[in-house]
């Protein structure tokens, strides 16, 4: 793609409108900041922008308001960000209209303010023509740091990108690209896949993209019961889709005529109940009894796993491998986890919130390559679609 680097654009006393991810993780009951994760991911590009003399308008969503939600407000945020960036941030109770524009037009060069939640506005998630022309009155250059977003047409994301003649990623945003884009466009070879999840209708595309180029996949969570299921295998009272059974048996035969490498757990971590420290037993692939839900990969699919995956010079990772939210059942996923951050000469890319949380609390992501910020968005990538936020940066 064509997409000019943010060092290509000249901020020194222009307003730059940067789209940051602030949605960040808060307290239900009292509404403190849990997680700011997504605030220090912006500070590299935030600071960049500042020390070349941009006068720096931030702008995120925060939630799922139904109008001006008082619970949703990025004020503290805003205050967040100052802690950690070690300087004043403004705040703008409006992300259009008068309260905004008062607020940039007070800025002096290297300061920055940070809009009131976008999504106090439809026109955001519509990408609405007079939403996206009040938006873009803010700023002389657009740079998009947001990558947990580019996928969806917002007009944050989209329709304000256009607006500007001088535009483009922020270093979170391009890390994601250049990451992500290796996987599909340029990887090192053997290429170890794992993918985990609920269901494989969730992944359908995402195999499918894979298979044509990566060497082998490695599959695991609930989805592999829909798997166990297109092979006429007992799956007890596991989850599965019988609607997918189906796509199920095609991805196995593609993948057996195309050569590529789709394996399957080897044993299961049954229980009757899916509890914390409920009774649970290790049982054969083909042998979970009636009554019984599969919740976690078992010891010899983990070692068979691990094989693979000290192997492999490219692993992409997306979806847990069990229920790793409670014991017993978290012992595959960390496991697996360990055996891709052990593996120093690959690079290593997790994708997908479940699977990063995974990887932080097996306290190995700083030996992971890159975790990528975005959920849907970094699923969306490796399906090989075309993200209308990446795209309006071209």
């Not at 409670?326 to 000469?345: H, L, Q, R, V, Y």
């Amino acid at each position: 793609m064509a997409i000019k680097r943010l060092e290509d654009l000249n901020v020194a006393g222009k307003r730059v409108l940067c789209r940051v991810d602030f949605n960040v993780s808060t307290d239900k009951k009292t509404g403190e900041i849990k997680d700011d994760t997504r605030v220090v991911a912006a500070l590299p590009t935030i600071r960049y922008l500042t020390d070349k003399g941009a006068r720096l308008v931030l702008c995120s969503h925060f939630g799922r308001p139904e109008g001006r939600d008082p619970k949703l407000s990025l004020k503290p945020v805003a205050e967040r960000l100052a802690r950690h960036f070690g300087k004043p941030v403004a705040f703008a109770e409006d992300c259009v209209g008068a309260p905004a524009e008062k607020a940039v037009a007070s800025l002096k060069n290297g300061e920055v303010v940070l809009l009131e939640n976008l999504r106090y506005h439809e026109g955001e998630e519509e990408d609405a023509p007079d939403f996206v022309a009040q938006l873009a009155k803010l700023g002389d250059c657009y740079v998009d740091d947001a990558f947990g977003c580019v996928h969806r047409a917002h007009a944050s994301v989209h329709g304000v990108a256009a607006k500007f003649a001088d535009r483009a990623p922020g270093f979170l945003l391009r890390k994601e690209i250049e990451y992500l884009g290796r996987a599909l466009s340029n990887p090192d070879h053997p290429y170890v896949v794992v993918l985990g999840g609920a269901k494989v209708s969730d992944k359908i595309k995402v195999i499918n993209k894979m298979m044509e180029v990566s060497d082998t996949i490695l599959i695991g969570g609930a989805m592999a019961y829909t798997f166990l299921l297109a092979q006429g295998k007992p799956t007890g009272k596991s989850l599965i889709e019988p609607d997918h059974v189906n796509t199920a048996k095609d991805l196995l035969a593609k993948a057996a005529k195309q050569n590529k490498q789709l394996l399957l757990p080897l044993d299961h971590v049954v229980a009757e109940k899916m509890e914390a420290n409920a009774p649970h037993e290790t049982v054969a692939w083909d042998r979970i009894p009636p009554g019984k839900i599969g919740l976690d990969i078992g010891p010899k699919t983990v070692a068979a796993y691990s094989t693979e995956v000290a192997k492999a010079r490219m692993i992409v990772w997306n979806g847990p491998l069990g229920v790793f939210e409670m014991e017993p059942f978290n012992a595959g996923t960390f496991a697996i986890a360990k055996a891709i951050a052990a593996n120093s000469k690959a690079t290593s890319i997790v994708g997908g919130g479940e699977s990063v949380s995974a990887v932080k609390k097996a306290k190995v992501s700083d030996k992971i390559t890159h975790v990528s910020t975005g959920g849907g968005a970094s699923l969306e990538f490796l399906e090989g679609k075309i993200l209308p936020g990446i795209k309006a940066l071209e």
